[in-house]
């Protein structure tokens, strides 16, 4: 019985210290709240991505335009420096100064076309391979695209056009 005596009085004061806690009342901290709407991302293409002129493969062959502009060749074609002249495409960005942002690149091929004849763009690379990239003090950057053009033996001659997607998000 004196157990079960000693039993209910360490009850009796752990509950009376429980209802004191309770009791102590209500506490109330604030915070701030913020926010910072910026500029929405402005991207320019200034110069478009162009393979220059070649002359019809007698295999099959690629052209790469890197993204520094140099020009290269495989296979058993001729590039000429006749018009239109090779050259990567040219990207200006704007927005939030010192902002961090990324570069998509297109991922599948892209179809150029001359009538109803076709070749495919593949293996875009931006400038220095960096595809995240940081806007400067006044919020501005370039980049470069050159990508690699795939012909096939006997390519119709013509002029071929298409277009390409790039886009740049924020961080």
């Given at each position: 019985m004196k157990n079960i005596t000693k039993i209910f009085a360490i009850a009796l004061v752990a509950l009376g210290f429980a209802t004191s806690s309770f009791a102590q009342g209500t506490d109330t901290e604030?915070?701030?709240?913020?926010?910072k709407i910026v500029e929405s991302l402005v991207l320019t293409n200034t110069v478009p991505l162009n393979f220059?002129?070649?002359?019809?493969?007698?295999?099959?062959?690629?052209?790469?335009v890197a993204p520094a502009g140099a020009r290269s060749k495989t296979g058993t074609l001729s590039l000429l420096t006749i018009a239109p002249v090779?050259?990567?495409a040219t990207?200006?960005?704007?927005?939030d100064?010192?902002?961090?942002?990324?570069?998509?690149?297109?991922?599948?091929?892209v179809t150029i076309t001359t009538g109803s004849v076709t070749m495919d763009i593949t293996t875009f690379k931006c400038t220095s391979d960096l595809l995240t990239r940081t806007l400067d003090a006044s919020g501005d950057d370039t980049f470069d695209v050159g990508a690699t053009l795939n012909l096939v033996n006997g390519q119709a001659a013509g002029l071929y056009t298409g277009?390409?997607?790039?886009?740049v998000n924020y961080n």
């Open positions: 604030s915070a701030t709240a913020s926010a220059g002129t070649m002359t019809v493969p007698t295999s099959a062959a690629t052209v790469t090779s050259s990567d990207y200006t960005v704007s927005g100064n010192n902002a961090a942002y990324t570069i998509t690149l297109p991922s599948a091929p277009s390409f997607d790039v886009v």
